[in-house]
Structures are given as structure tokens and as C-alpha cells.
């Protein structure tokens, strides 16, 4: 059996999330084997509706303190519920959650793990994965020579595909181990897109001069539906919020669309977006590396530019 | 109050990425060596702040790699740290990596070990959390501030939608990043003394790999920019919509 651990925040179930399930009863249908969802603590989604996403079961361990992550308990959980289960493989979504779980699920398991997966195994000759190295740069084929195996997969690299499933809900009764740590405080980040789950980014550089200038990209984002981001100089000018920085140092990102605005593209920021499906750059400097790095260039002034592109994809939207 | 960073050798952020061998081996030709961004900035430097703070701390560094990685080891000694174990291994596999690092760990007995949240070569990031389970510690991943109040670390991390702030009894494994310390430079004093600070090295144990490397690939390059008229919006938001596909 395929076993994917659906993480959630705030009890809503990721998006990254739904991505793993999809990613695993596509692996199970490869394998010819069963797939069922993980879920812990409580969550306000439907979990039945997770076989829209390929569940055919969905094991729930329903308990508020496995809201919060705390990765001794999450992990030992995961490992029992899977061993239970004759699991074969355990699917993570490789967001920050999945990130910090699955290393210590695969060492329970005495699993090999492959973290940051981009597709799914070739099982012709073993079981080998291809994942992102290099931050981007490259892709490594990598064998998991256990008869357990772990991944965790790249967000944004493998689509949510819809079946016409209604799963069957199970709920487990584990002993939920003491907590490792204690939450004390919570700071969230209120309406906005995480930058990580957004499918659509327009980010801007020093090319837009300074904070006060930002509403051109603002109105751009608000009429894509994107979430904002920004590159290293920005943050560390306090232009913009650390937590949209993008790059080797801050996030990395792989959205279906990037705008860039006014960033030159070192390599330390492409090595955080080049994962990104489409990359548009907007830049005054023709010269700029980012364009070779993007599918569709712009050279022009951000302030001419930004303004006209969000009454162009107004209009776009208006006639559709 | 004792430490354990972990450090690794990783390219240079701006190397060259390229295979050789039938793309099964790295290419090292030309390339510039570096500790691991997340290992020195953060968790390095992490770990002398508390030393500075608490003149008793003690810092150990420990890295998996062959004799070639002596000159980085001795560069984060320059930035501090008492000694350095190098466990002569150059097991690619996370694992057998983590398993050893948690035999000198357990032999040192350390109140916090320290890693970075990821290389910037596997981007793997999951050494930290393999060392916890290993070691039967509590993880925090994605530290950003931390402080101690005797047996109790208080530490900042990132989650999906924000930061929180979380309370942990030592001893502890926890990983670092960006806010965690401010990045530093070794100085002529502490370059002088690495150079007599011990640096032990060890034999790996036997363990039996989990993954293995097949092969590398580099992504097909992007097949050129296309251009758009900057008074020509439309066309762009056509191309978006009809070619890319994603708006």
C-alpha cells in the first residue's frame, strides 16, 4: 500500500497535500497496490473528499494536539500508523512540515528517502527517483535500495488530478506520545497566499527604486491573484518583508508563473525560482542575466510597463 | 553547555553544476569549495554567540568527508569552535550520514546540535531530523531565534503560515536559517589559532547505504527568451493565457 500523509495548517488541508495524494494513487495505480491518506488532528475539510484527489481510505487520528507540528510525536505516529497499514511507501508533500517529518519517518522505518522528488519512480529496474539538486541546477536519479521507501514530493511539480472517488473514513485509535515541545506563541501572516503554495508570483527588485513605489506590483498581484514576493536587496533594505524573500537564502519557490520586476537575476535569487514553470522578467536593462533565465522578457520601464500589464489582464478578465 | 554543529562542503553558490563520468559523478574541476551557507552563517555562527554569551560553552564541529574537506574545517575553526571531528566517509546517502554524525554525538553527549536547514548541493534537508530520530531528541526545524534559559531552549521557527514561538527542553536538535545569527568573517587572530585547534579524525562505521546515485542530469535549457513590445501588453497577457498556459 501507498500510505500519504496529509499535513494541514490551521486546519485546512495544503494544497501541497492534495498534490502528494494525487502523486501517490498515481504510484499506487503503477504499482498495482492500494492508497490511503494520513490525517492528524482535527481538520474543517471533508476527508472523504480526499478521494477526489485518488484516496480510497483515509486513516484519521482526530486529536487537537497534533495540530501544531512537533516532530517527535508526528514522526512516531506516521512510522506506527504505516507499519500498521503494510505500507510499502510514504508520501510527504516536501513543504515545511513534510520537510521535517519525513527524514525521521524514514529513519523508524529503516527507509530509504528521497526528499524534494520531481516525478514519480521508475520502477522498470528497481525503484528509482528523480529529484532536485543544486538548488535547481541539476536532477539526480537516485535508487532506494530498502524494501521501505520514503518521498517526499516537490511542490508544484506534480498536478492535482480529479477522480471521481468518494473515500472511506477510518478513525484510528493511537496513543498520541508526550509532546517534545511546547508552543508559546504564534505569529501568522494574515490574508495573504503563502508564497510557497501560490501558483501565480510577481516579485520585485531594486529596479523599483524603494518601498513607496510598490503599488504598481500590489495592483498587479491583486489582479492575477498572486502572492507577492521580493528579492535579497529588498528584504534586507527592510523595503519588504523577510518572509518574501526568494532565493538561495530565503524561499524557493516554483509557481506556475513568475514575474520578475526590476530584478537582475543573480544566480543566488534564480537558484530560489527556477523551478518556476513560466518566468516572465520586466526589466529597463536588456542586458539583465534574467532574461536568459525566462520564457518571456519585457525590456521597458517597471513604472510604464507594470501599470499597463494589470489593465491589460483586467481586461483579459473582464471578457472572459 | 556543550555544541555540536554540523558542517558540510558544498560548491560554491555560483560554481559551475556539471557531471562527468556518464554523468554519474559531480565534476570538480574548477571548483570553488565553500562551508555549507546554512552550516557557517547560521549554525556556526549561532553557536559562538552562545559561546560569547556563556564563555563555558563548549563548541565542537563535526563534518562526513574525505581529507579535501580539512581546509573548510579549518576555516569554520577560524570562525570558532574549540575542535573538529572528521569522520573519514564519503557516503552520499543521508542515512549513513546521519548515522554517523549520531555516533560522535552520543559519545559527546552535547546539549544542542546544530545543522543548517539544508546543503546547497542535495538540498536535502534532512540530517537534523534523521539525527533526532536516531538519537530519540526533540527537532525544531527552521529556527530563526533562539534563546536559553538554563535546561530550556526558546526558539523561533517558520511554519506554513507565519513564525511561532516554541519552548523545548535540551538536549535538542535543531535546524538553522536566515535570522539565526549575523554572518561573520574569520579575523587574522582566529585564523592563527584554527590552525592548532584539534581536528580528530574518525573511522565511519559500517552501515549499508539506503539510496544510491544512477545518474545526474542537467535541465534542458530554456529554448530562448521571447520578447515583448513594452506598449504591447495585450500580446503578453495573450501568450500568458494561450501559449504558457498558466493565467
Given at each position: 500500500m501507498v500510505l500519504v500523509y496529509i499535513d494541514q495548517a490551521d486546519q485546512q488541508i495544503k494544497k501541497s497535500s492534495l498534490e502528494a495524494m494525487?502523486?501517490?494513487?498515481?504510484?499506487?495505480?503503477?504499482?498495482?497496490?492500494?492508497?490511503?491518506?494520513?490525517?492528524?488532528?482535527?481538520?474543517?475539510?471533508?476527508?472523504?473528499?480526499?478521494?477526489?484527489?485518488?484516496?480510497?481510505?483515509?486513516?484519521?487520528?482526530?486529536?487537537?494536539?497534533?495540530?501544531?507540528?512537533?516532530?517527535?510525536?508526528?514522526?512516531?505516529?506516521?512510522?506506527?500508523?504505516?507499519?500498521?497499514?503494510?505500507?510499502?511507501?510514504?508520501?510527504?508533500?516536501?513543504?515545511?512540515n513534510g520537510k521535517a517529518i519525513a527524514p525521521a519517518v524514514s529513519v523508524k522505518l529503516e527507509a530509504g528517502l528521497v526528499s524534494g522528488a520531481s516525478s514519480l519512480p521508475n520502477t522498470e529496474n528497481g525503484f528509482v527517483v528523480t529529484k532536485t539538486v543544486f538548488s535547481g541546477k541539476a536532477f539526480a536519479s537516485i535508487?532506494?535500495?530498502?524494501?521501505?521507501?520514503?518521498?517526499?514530493?516537490?511542490?508544484?511539480?506534480?498536478?492535482?488530478?480529479?477522480?471521481?472517488?468518494?473515500?472511506?473514513?477510518?478513525?484510528?485509535?493511537?496513543?498520541?506520545?508526550?509532546?517534545?515541545?511546547?508552543?508559546?506563541?504564534?505569529?501568522?501572516?494574515?490574508?495573504?497566499?503563502?508564497?510557497?503554495?501560490?501558483?501565480?508570483?510577481?516579485?520585485?527588485?531594486?529596479?523599483?527604486?524603494?518601498?513607496?513605489?510598490?503599488?504598481?506590483?500590489?495592483?498587479?498581484?491583486?489582479?492575477?491573484?498572486?502572492?507577492?514576493?521580493?528579492?535579497?536587496?529588498?528584504?534586507?533594505?527592510?523595503?519588504?518583508?523577510?518572509?518574501?524573500?526568494?532565493?538561495?537564502?530565503?524561499?524557493?519557490?516554483?509557481?506556475?508563473?513568475?514575474?520578475?520586476?526590476?530584478?537582475?537575476?543573480?544566480?543566488?535569487?534564480?537558484?530560489?525560482?527556477?523551478?518556476?514553470?513560466t518566468i516572465v522578467v520586466i526589466n529597463k536593462d536588456p542586458e539583465a542575466p534574467f532574461f536568459k533565465a525566462a520564457d518571456y522578457g519585457v525590456v521597458g520601464d517597471a513604472f510604464e510597463v507594470v501599470p499597463a500589464l494589470t489593465t491589460a489582464i483586467l481586461k483579459m478578465k473582464s471578457n472572459a | 553547555m556543550k555544541i555540536l554543529v554540523c558542517i558540510s562542503k558544498t560548491p560554491d553558490t555560483t560554481a559551475k553544476i556539471a557531471f562527468t563520468e556518464g554523468n554519474t559523478k559531480f565534476d570538480e574541476n574548477g571548483v570553488q569549495w565553500i562551508i555549507n551557507p546554512y552550516d557557517e552563517w547560521y549554525a556556526l555562527v549561532k553557536a559562538i554567540e552562545l559561546k560569547e554569551k556563556d564563555p563555558s560553552t563548549i563548541i565542537h564541529l563535526v563534518t562526513v568527508g574525505m581529507a579535501d574537506a580539512e581546509p573548510i574545517i579549518r576555516k569554520a575553526l577560524a570562525l570558532g569552535g574549540d575542535e573538529a571531528i572528521r569522520i573519514n566517509s564519503n557516503s552520499n546517502d543521508s542515512f549513513n550520514v546521519a548515522k554517523q554524525i549520531a555516533t560522535?554525538?552520543?559519545?559527546?553527549?552535547?546539549?544542542?546540535?546544530?545543522?543548517?536547514?539544508?546543503?546547497?548541493d542535495y538540498n536535502s534537508a534532512s540530517i537534523g531530523s534523521m539525527l533526532s530520530a536516531i538519537l530519540d531528541m526533540p527537532f525544531v526545524s527552521l529556527a530563526n531565534k533562539l534563546d536559553l534559559n538554563e535546561?530550556?531552549?526558546?526558539?523561533?521557527?517558520?511554519?506554513?503560515?507565519?513564525?511561532?514561538?516554541?519552548?523545548?527542553?535540551?538536549?535538542?536538535?535543531?535546524?538553522?536559517?536566515?535570522?539565526?545569527?549575523?554572518?561573520?568573517?574569520?579575523?587574522?587572530?582566529?585564523?592563527?589559532?584554527?590552525?592548532?585547534?584539534?581536528?580528530?579524525?574518525?573511522?565511519?562505521?559500517?552501515?549499508?547505504?539506503?539510496?544510491?546515485?544512477?545518474?545526474?542530469?542537467?535541465?534542458?535549457?530554456?529554448?530562448?527568451?521571447?520578447?515583448?513590445?513594452?506598449?504591447?501588453?495585450?500580446?503578453?497577457?495573450?501568450?500568458?493565457?494561450?501559449?504558457?498556459?498558466?493565467?
Open positions: 494525487s502523486y501517490g494513487a498515481a504510484l499506487a495505480k503503477q504499482l498495482g497496490c492500494e492508497v490511503a491518506a494520513l490525517v492528524l488532528g482535527t481538520v474543517q475539510d471533508n476527508l472523504a473528499d480526499l478521494g477526489k484527489n485518488g484516496a480510497q481510505k483515509v486513516y484519521h487520528l482526530k486529536n487537537e494536539s497534533l495540530n501544531t507540528l512537533d516532530v517527535k510525536v508526528h514522526s512516531s505516529i506516521i512510522a506506527t500508523a504505516a507499519k500498521n497499514a503494510n505500507a510499502t511507501v510514504v508520501v510527504f508533500a516536501h513543504n515545511i535508487q532506494i535500495e530498502t524494501p521501505i521507501k520514503v518521498i517526499a514530493i516537490n511542490q508544484n511539480s506534480f498536478g492535482l488530478v480529479a477522480y471521481d472517488n468518494t473515500a472511506t473514513v477510518e478513525e484510528l485509535n493511537l496513543p498520541i506520545p508526550p509532546a517534545s515541545i511546547k508552543i508559546t506563541k504564534l505569529e501568522k501572516v494574515e490574508g495573504e497566499i503563502p508564497l510557497t503554495e501560490a501558483s501565480l508570483v510577481v516579485s520585485g527588485g531594486r529596479g523599483l527604486k524603494g518601498p513607496e513605489n510598490w503599488g504598481i506590483l500590489l495592483d498587479l498581484a491583486k489582479a492575477l491573484g498572486a502572492a507577492t514576493a521580493c528579492s535579497r536587496p529588498v528584504s534586507d533594505s527592510d523595503w519588504r518583508p523577510h518572509h518574501e524573500h526568494v532565493g538561495q537564502t530565503g524561499i524557493q519557490i516554483a509557481p506556475n508563473l513568475y514575474i520578475a520586476i526590476g530584478i537582475s537575476g543573480a544566480i543566488q535569487h534564480l537558484a530560489g525560482v527556477n523551478r518556476s514553470k | 560522535v554525538a552520543k559519545e559527546g553527549s552535547y546539549d544542542i546540535i546544530f545543522t543548517g536547514k539544508e546543503t546547497i535546561n530550556t531552549a526558546i526558539v523561533r521557527r517558520e511554519i506554513e503560515s507565519g513564525e511561532e514561538t516554541c519552548e523545548v527542553n535540551l538536549p535538542v536538535v535543531i535546524s538553522c536559517q536566515k535570522g539565526m545569527a549575523e554572518q561573520r568573517i574569520p579575523n587574522m587572530r582566529g585564523i592563527m589559532a584554527a590552525r592548532t585547534k584539534p581536528l580528530k579524525v574518525v573511522e565511519p562505521i559500517e552501515v549499508s547505504a539506503t539510496t544510491s546515485i544512477k545518474k545526474f542530469d542537467t535541465p534542458a535549457a530554456k529554448s530562448g527568451v521571447k520578447l515583448v513590445d513594452p506598449a504591447n501588453m495585450d500580446e503578453l497577457v495573450r501568450l500568458l493565457k494561450e501559449e504558457a498556459k498558466v493565467i
